[in-house]
């Protein structure tokens, strides 16, 4: 497989269940990040992981809860969720260490569209 | 604080048609890049280029050509003789460098009929 992978592509799931996003990029990048994707509003940067440290939280709620084992996998682990949960969630990655005052391009995932009922 | 403006939420052209997606981007930074991105109904984010504040040349791959120009900060975007697979959503994107986050715009939803 090439470039940036997710799974399942489509999740339905109820209040009540703990289900995980996985994302994996073949690109030999060390910066991860998840985005969500509602409908009628601007994609919003949920975590970034620099070198497997996560550098950024942007207000998220702890139903969401990211993990990232290695620079290569990236997880997004989802518990008691709101119906307004639901949305397209992606995931990127980018060559940039936070490390480094220099930018580089993120590339995405397909993205996995979440239904919370 | 930056902001990216895609003025044009919708544009429908038919077949053959060139179309021009506008794009503004305002920050006090003077260093700066720019990205377009195409989000075809399967839901990926497709990068299509990266152009930082400095290089205002204009760029031509294939049918798509993009215009900077500094002054005004605007980037636009040129498909020419489009086609039917052109129809997605459109997204302009800054980044600072001074920062680690993209500013999308609102995206401009392309539908090129046949």
């Known amino acids: 497989e090439t470039g940036v992978t997710q799974t399942p592509r489509h999740l339905v799931m109820g209040m009540t269940n703990k289900k995980s996003l996985k994302c994996e990029q073949h690109?030999?990048?060390?910066?991860m990040y998840w985005y969500k994707q509602s409908a009628k509003k601007p994609l919003e940067l949920m975590f970034v992981y620099s070198l497997e440290e996560r550098v950024e939280n942007n207000s998220v709620p702890s139903r969401f809860s990211p993990e990232c084992p290695n620079s290569s996998h990236l997880f997004l682990h989802l518990h008691t969720l709101q119906p307004e949960d639901s949305a397209l969630y992606l995931c990127?990655?980018?060559?940039?260490?936070?490390?480094?005052?220099?930018?580089?391009?993120?590339?995405f995932g397909p993205g996995t569209r979440l239904t919370v009922l | 604080a930056q902001k990216v403006t895609q003025a044009q939420t919708e544009i429908s052209v038919v077949e053959k048609e060139d179309v021009t997606l506008d794009c503004v981007y305002e920050?006090?930074?003077?260093?700066?890049?720019l990205f377009w991105y195409k989000q075809p109904p399967s839901g990926e984010l497709v990068f299509l280029i990266r152009r930082n504040s400095f290089d205002e040349q204009n760029e031509i791959s294939g049918r798509y050509s993009w215009n900077f120009q500094k002054s005004t900060s605007s980037f636009n975007f040129t498909i020419t003789a489009s086609q039917v697979v052109d129809s997605a959503v459109y997204f302009c994107?800054?980044?600072?460098?001074?920062?680690?986050?993209?500013?999308f715009g609102e995206g401009t939803q392309l539908t090129v009929n046949p």
């Open positions: 920050t006090r930074d003077t260093t700066y890049y």
């Open positions: 994107v800054g980044e600072e460098t001074s920062g680690s986050r993209l500013t």
């Open positions: 690109l030999g990048h060390n910066a």
């Open positions: 990127a990655s980018s060559g940039r260490s936070f490390r480094e005052t220099s930018t580089d391009t993120q590339y």
